[in-house]
């Protein structure tokens, strides 16, 4: 298929490059990366996740403290940022609702919403200028969607993202499926998902599609792009950037990691989860406990009585470092990653390489 290398339009929005920089909770995708990734003219996305973990006070509780963080975030990065912007926000977070609405307040380009089905997300919007892209990992949640927004709503996703099963963080796959590589893998799922979008797209309605999971560098996005993506999600390539908002620790993790190193976990979020391997990820594994106890009530699928640590610390103290406390969450090329770079330079080699590998 002749594909170009294209600016990405969400309805009216148009994003110069069509590069979505994946969210990272907790605190690994705020203003300093997102900003960096939009001035860019990629789409760079705060992840909303693991925000009112910290700042802990008798006057505010976690669903005060998330989304009064959440918003100053969403402020510096606009202070940061004059381009385009979007935030990530997990269905499985116990203020989902309040979150979406604080964005939506905030008048921001872009939610994109997974970590399952965002079926009630347009009733949550009330001006008419943020932009809707709900993350699928089938074709099947697809259509799920696009049909119970178009039936209750009126509206369609404004794109969709695919996420295959390399993608880092959460997946939205059994392990069974994860093992099976014969069957489940990113370019089957992302034709599967085209198919099913072009049902419901017509004159005045495009629903651009979006790849992601395993992206590492212009050679992929050039094949999504081949079977009909209009751009891709990425994550991994941007935590080795000096304007990604983890530690340093964090960095050198993916730095240092071999591809043994890369696992996949049971988390506490009911889904499984890439990670790098230490210490404290082969203590549970193990099913050794973490002693802790659940300030936050944070996921609606976490039940704090029977997981043996609380995810949420385990990647806030990632996020500051504490590796021996926690652990990094990473797609499966995150092994290749040998150095650090600016999100400029980062952007400037993947745009270049796409465009070799598209004019092939």
Avoid at 26 to 32: L, P, T
Avoid at 267 to 283: L, Q
């Amino acid at each position: 298929m002749k594909a170009g290398f294209k600016s990405l339009y969400l309805g009216d929005l148009k994003i110069e490059l069509p590069i979505i920089q994946g969210g990272m909770g907790v605190r690994v995708s705020s203003s300093s990366l997102t900003s960096a990734v939009s001035s860019q003219g990629a789409l760079g996305v705060i992840a909303s996740v693991g925000l009112g973990e910290e700042c802990m006070d008798e006057k505010r509780d976690y669903k005060m403290r998330s989304r009064e963080e959440f918003v100053n975030i969403i402020r510096e990065t606009r202070a940061m940022t004059k381009n385009p912007f979007g935030v990530n926000i997990m269905c499985a977070l116990t203020n989902y609702d309040d979150l979406v609405d604080a964005a939506q307040s905030e008048l921001v380009d872009v939610i994109i919403s997974g970590a399952g089905l965002p079926l009630r997300l347009p009733s949550l919007i009330k001006n008419k200028k943020t932009k809707l892209v709900p993350i699928v990992s089938s074709a099947r949640a697809a259509e799920i969607i696009c049909n119970t927004w178009q039936r209750r709503y009126n509206r369609l996703p404004d794109a969709v993202v695919v996420e295959g099963p390399l993608a880092g963080g959460h997946l939205g796959y059994s392990l069974a499926e994860l093992e099976d590589k014969e069957h489940v893998y990113l370019d089957k799922i992302l034709e599967e998902v085209l198919a099913v979008v072009r049902k419901f797209e017509h004159d005045e309605i495009k629903i651009p599609v979006v790849a992601a999971g395993g992206i590492f560098d212009g050679k992929d996005i050039a094949r999504v792009m081949r079977l009909g993506a209009s751009g891709v999600q990425m994550a991994t390539r941007f935590v080795c950037t000096h304007e990604c908002d983890a530690s340093m620790e964090y960095k050198q993790a993916y730095i240092d990691a071999k591809e043994e190193d890369i696992v996949v976990i049971q988390s506490p979020v009911g889904m499984p989860g890439r990670v790098i391997s230490n210490d404290f990820v082969k203590k549970i594994i193990k099913g050794e406990r973490v002693v802790f106890t659940c300030e936050y009530k944070c996921l609606f699928t976490c039940d704090f009585k029977k997981v043996n640590y609380c995810i949420a610390k385990a990647l806030l103290n990632a996020y500051h470092g504490q590796l021996n406390e926690g652990f990094t969450m990473c797609g499966s090329n995150a092994y290749r990653i040998n150095k650090i770079v600016s999100v400029k330079e980062l952007i400037a080699e993947l745009v270049a390489e796409a465009k070799v590998y598209l004019n092939k």
